[in-house]
């Protein structure tokens, strides 16, 4: 999902209020650039998807540009990523990971 920055409001003096309201801008603009670095989409392409709650699937997540890979859990006949070990376990929580995980 790509949305804006939210923040709840707590009772304070309206100096606060505003101070917090310039600081979430702020962070909307960083959050804005760094969509648009890293999908290469117009800038006003990325306001617009942020003015409202985006929901997408991971494939549509990945085909948009806001993530690298999908993982999927292996089935019993996947050979991907086997990883050999001399005990039959994987040794490191980086081989655990892989040969739960497939990647597209």
């Known amino acids: 999902m ?6 709840s409001y707590y009772e304070a003096q309206a100096g606060e209020f505003i101070l917090e309201a310039e600081e979430l801008l702020k962070i909307r603009e ?34 948009h540009g806001i993530i690298d890979l999908v993982a999927k859990h ?3 006949n ?8 001399s005990s039959g376990m994987p040794s490191t929580p980086r081989n655990v990971y892989q040969g739960a995980l497939e990647f597209e």
């Open 30 to 63: 960083t959050i804005t650039r760094v969509y648009v670095q890293r999908t290469g989409k117009p800038f006003w392409v990325i306001t617009e998807d942020m003015e409202r709650d985006v929901f997408m699937s991971a494939a549509e997540a990945q085909t």
């Open 2 to 7: 790509i949305h804006q920055p939210a923040s």
């Open 74 to 76: 292996k089935t019993a």
């Open 78 to 85: 996947s050979k991907r990523h086997k990883i050999p070990s």
